[in-house]
């Protein structure tokens, strides 16, 4: 968590910057496409993330590798995470700024995950009903997750619904372990009806 906000404040400046120059676009496809990269090559991964080599040294490579390749408020952001030792964070800025925009456009993520594919018209459905609920444009994002059995797992920013089987499977697997442990603490022998305490 403290990471997502370290790396907003880094997120929030590097947009509004790009939005101010007209560049908002190609930056979040540099930023995009060096996350992908990194993710990957390993080798190149480790490089840009280890603290052994000198920040000068890092950000003298990653401008003989980016310059010209990349817009400068992209190649600046590089540099400046080196500098900061907070290469670590740059796949987390990259989807922050895709976020930044869907805010500004009126437009969220939702992050749905179901036991089965859902088809068109389902997932459509799906989608306007969630941008009744939360009074902006619902984007689903789907995600297989066969354990989930059935039904379907919703997430829309720090929100959270669990409409899967195995959700209500293990609610009542609580629900049942409380109604025991309530019982067992009535009855001290573990029995119902022993308890002669007055």
């Not at 984007?139 to 195995?166: E, I």
Request: glycine share 6%.
């Amino acid at each position: 968590m403290l990471k997502e906000s370290i790396a907003l404040r880094y997120a929030q400046a590097a947009y509004a910057l790009a939005r101010e120059r007209g560049c908002l676009e190609a930056v979040m496809r540099d930023m995009d496409g060096i996350a992908e990269l990194l993710a990957r090559d390993p080798d190149l991964a480790s490089y840009v993330a280890s603290p052994v080599v000198g920040r000068d040294a890092k950000a003298a490579a990653l401008r003989a590798a980016f310059e010209g390749k990349v817009d400068e408020v992209t190649l600046n952001l590089l540099v400046l995470l080196v500098r900061k030792r907070r290469e670590n964070l740059l796949a987390i800025i990259a989807r922050q700024l895709h976020e930044l925009y869907d805010q500004e456009i009126g437009r969220t993520i939702a992050a749905i995950s179901t036991a089965l594919p859902l088809d068109d018209a389902h997932l459509q459905e799906l989608a306007a009903r969630l941008s009744g609920i939360y009074q902006t444009t619902i984007v689903p994002h789907t995600k297989l997750a066969p354990d989930l059995l059935g039904g379907v797992v919703v997430q829309v920013g720090d929100r959270y619904v669990d409409a899967s089987v195995a959700g209500r499977l293990e609610e009542l697997r609580r629900h049942l372990l409380a109604v025991t442990d309530r019982w067992m603490t009535a009855s001290p022998n573990g029995k119902p009806g022993t308890n002669t305490h007055p």
